[in-house]
């Protein structure tokens, strides 16, 4: 695009569209972000497009500085992230052209919105049914009888997923339920070490969002991956939706069908509700595909529930932290990347085991600042629902979570430091066991 004069003036007036807007309104250090690392890339310098380089050539910063402790490349990177996401998800919802900024690095990414194939896909998945539209029908093909054993999964899995919205009502009881304080639950008390300490003292109130297993489904069904942009914007089809076949469409229609959650993250919501103090405010709870980004622009304490996969959301926050769920399309399955190894850690940890199978399996306790905002970030996650399950039992145990703390060698008085502990885990059928902590990293301030 940026190859001729046209493209050039085209592109910059693209550029100016989107930092003049309201999304990055009164944020000129991450409109000036965005205009480097574009116009550097532009230039054919997208290799130079690293942490220590930005820091120096854009912010001043001198070569030798610690990027460990100065994080201003990473956090307003993030802040750019979220700024993007806002943008498509008002005013740039039209545009044929979306920047993005993919996680993990600094390099953006020009992509041209097809208006073919998606557009009719999407119709076909509308959830307003047409009178007397008539659905679907399987061939009775020998060639499309998995197909049709595929589209009889719904047959099956509906009732599950029905009984998972009622777990979930049931924990929500929980949580608003008057009286339910430290003093009948497992006590603040003795958990006044742990990082998260201060998100339920009735300081702030608790947004806790939950996963959303249904497109973390779609994705597998279709081996691809849906953008942060794309779930912010309720565009819920990843590129290779286009081809899922007749019965599963019908299947995506099926799950799409109301907003559901993980069983895993009832149980989760109900140990937090533990946690909270007498006379602490209303915890609200929301489904991942209920968040807008204006919710997250606010000083409450934030709690995610699960991974990138299911809930999209968490990845906005990778620049601020050390250890980052990322996905192999070939084994299509999630993997812990570890940005800044310690002595004796590995740069990735790779399960051996997906959901509800046999083998080992990690997961990712995360806490933090909110960047650009006062409240507090704690991210639940695991590479499969067992992990987030498994991470969430030690979130809520006061005494396992002092032992893991003295494991790490963190100092006592850690409720205001950002951290990130690394779980690792055997599964087996749906059940974790055998949890140990592989690492802890205590996070560059400002995170």
């Avoid at 509906?158 to 009622?166: E, N």
């Avoid at 609200?284 to 000083?299: G, I, N, P």
């Avoid at 779980?423 to 690492?439: I, K, Q, Y």
Wanted: hydrophobic share 40%; net charge neutral.
């Amino acid at each position: 695009m940026a190859r001729t004069p046209e493209g050039k003036t085209l592109l910059k007036r693209y550029l100016n569209e989107i930092t003049e807007g309201s999304a990055f309104k009164g944020s000129p250090r991450s409109a000036q972000f965005l205009e480097y690392v574009v116009w550097q890339s532009a230039a054919g310098k997208a290799a130079d497009l690293k942490e220590r380089t930005i820091g120096i050539k854009l912010f001043g910063r001198t070569p030798a500085y610690d990027t460990g402790e100065d994080a201003i490349v990473r956090v307003t990177a993030s802040d750019v992230r979220r700024r993007l996401v806002q943008h498509y998800s008002g005013v740039g919802n039209a545009s044929e052209f979306r920047i993005g900024l993919p996680s993990g690095g600094y390099v953006p990414e020009l992509v041209r919105t097809p208006k073919m194939g998606t557009d009719g896909l999407a119709m076909q998945l509308s959830l307003d049914e047409r009178p007397g539209e008539t659905p679907v029908q399987e061939s009775a093909s020998s060639a499309d009888q998995g197909n049709e054993r595929r589209a009889g999964w719904k047959h099956w899995i509906l009732p599950i997923l029905g009984m998972i919205a009622l777990s979930i009502g049931i924990a929500l009881t929980i949580v608003n339920r008057p009286g339910l304080t430290a003093a009948g639950g497992k006590g603040m008390e003795s958990s006044g070490t742990a990082p998260w300490a201060s998100f339920f003292d009735g300081s702030r109130r608790v947004l806790i969002i939950a996963s959303d297993p249904n497109i973390e489904e779609i994705q597998r069904m279709s081996h691809s991956s849906l953008s942060l942009s794309d779930y912010a914007n309720q565009s819920y089809l990843p590129p290779g939706a286009s081809t899922l076949s007749p019965a599963e469409i019908g299947f995506v229609k099926d799950i799409l069908r109301g907003n559901k959650i993980s069983s895993f993250d009832g149980s989760i919501i109900a140990n937090l509700a533990s946690l909270m103090t007498p006379g602490h405010k209303r915890v609200l709870v929301k489904a991942a595909r209920d968040l807008r980004v204006k919710d997250l622009q606010t000083d409450e304490n934030l709690v995610f529930l699960g991974s990138p996969r299911s809930d999209p959301w968490t990845s906005m926050f990778d620049p601020v932290l050390d250890f980052q769920f990322a996905f192999d399309p070939r084994t299509q399955r999630e993997f812990v990347r570890n940005v800044h190894p310690g002595k004796g850690e590995s740069g990735e940890y790779v399960p051996t085991a997906g959901g509800f199978d046999t083998g080992e399996s990690f997961a990712l306790i995360s806490v933090f600042h909110n960047p650009g905002n006062g409240g507090r970030v704690l991210i639940i996650a695991g590479a499969s629902g067992e992990g987030t399950e498994a991470a969430g039992d030690l979130v809520a145990d006061p005494a396992r979570w002092a032992a893991t703390i003295q494991s790490c060698h963190i100092a006592n008085g850690v409720s205001r430091q950002s951290v990130q502990i690394l779980l690792h885990l055997e599964t087996m059928a749906g059940s974790s066991s055998t949890v140990n902590t592989v690492a802890c990293h205590v996070l560059a301030p400002g995170s």
